[in-house]
């Protein structure tokens, strides 16, 4: 089984930047996909991002690409998500999941961390 912990969070200006870090623990297999999904009060959870644990894969939901950039530390089993240029439309609980392959529905997910509440204020 992994586990994995989200961290990062915060309340922030419209325009600024957070960091959000996804650290996994137990077996991490080299095959699986990483992912970033928000949701925000009264949504359904949406995709954000996903990379792989090796290789040059990355995906963007198109209201992120330009602004968010993922990236991973496999030597740590972490995953990044730096967000810049944040909107107020930007304000939810973000999750980090694993998946067994590239996936953009939450339904194809395995496992999933508590999640980080972001707020851009505007």
């Known amino acids: 089984q992994v586990q994995l912990v989200e961290s990062g969070g915060g309340l922030v200006q419209a325009g600024g930047s957070l960091r959000l870090s996804c650290a996994a623990s137990?077996?991490?297999?080299?095959?699986?996909?990483m992912g970033w999904f928000r949701q925000a009060p009264g949504k359904e959870r949406e995709f954000v991002a996903a990379?792989?644990?090796?290789?040059?894969?990355?995906y963007y939901a198109s209201s992120v690409k330009g602004r968010f950039t993922i990236s991973r530390d496999n030597t740590r089993n972490t995953v990044y998500l730096q967000m810049n240029s944040l909107k107020p439309e930007d304000t939810a609980v973000y999750y980090c999941?694993?998946?067994?392959?590239?996936?953009?529905?939450?339904?194809?997910?395995?496992?999933w961390g508590q999640g980080t509440q972001v707020t851009v204020s505007s």
């Open positions: 999941a694993a998946a067994l392959a590239v996936a953009m529905s939450p339904d194809q997910y395995d496992y």
């Open positions: 137990g077996r991490t297999f080299s095959s699986y996909f």
């Open positions: 990379i792989r644990w090796s290789g040059a894969g990355v």
